[in-house]
């Protein structure tokens, strides 16, 4: 989908295996940083200090009600990170971007994510550490 991975910045870290998803889902950094600023639902992901967030793919509204078919998810970790600046020591926030996937329909509350992708994050941050 992407012809060069989006860059790490202060604000973002993109791991690697999040870039592969992306690849494999087909989603865009834009889209992965739409879901990141505006979800939908919000949850405590299962891998340890994470947080899972969900927009739908097309949102519609039917007999007032809010309905979907399909659901991109981020599953990312904020990390702290402090400067030294002129004897002062600042924190800032960092999203360290884990992993993405789309699901297809509407996804249960919580756990809404697949054991594949669980196992497969897992190791991600285990080999990190």
């Excluded at 971007?97 to 497969?120: C, D, F, H, Q, T």
């Amino acid at each position: 989908m992407f012809s060069k991975p989006p860059k790490n910045t202060k604000q973002f870290f993109w791991t690697k295996h999040v870039l592969e998803k992306m690849r494999y889902y087909g989603l865009s950094a834009q889209k992965i940083l739409g879901v990141i600023n505006r979800p939908l639902r919000k949850e405590e992901g299962i891998v340890k200090n994470t947080i899972a967030i969900m927009q739908p793919v097309s949102l519609k509204i039917k007999d007032g009600k809010k309905v979907w078919k399909q659901e991109v998810w981020c599953m990312y970790q904020k990390q702290q990170k402090a400067k030294k600046e002129k004897l002062k020591v600042t924190g800032q926030k960092q999203i360290k971007i884990i992993s993405a996937w789309r699901y297809p329909g509407v996804s249960p509350k919580k756990n809404p994510i697949p054991e594949e992708i669980l196992r497969e994050a897992s190791e991600e941050l285990e080999s990190m550490v």
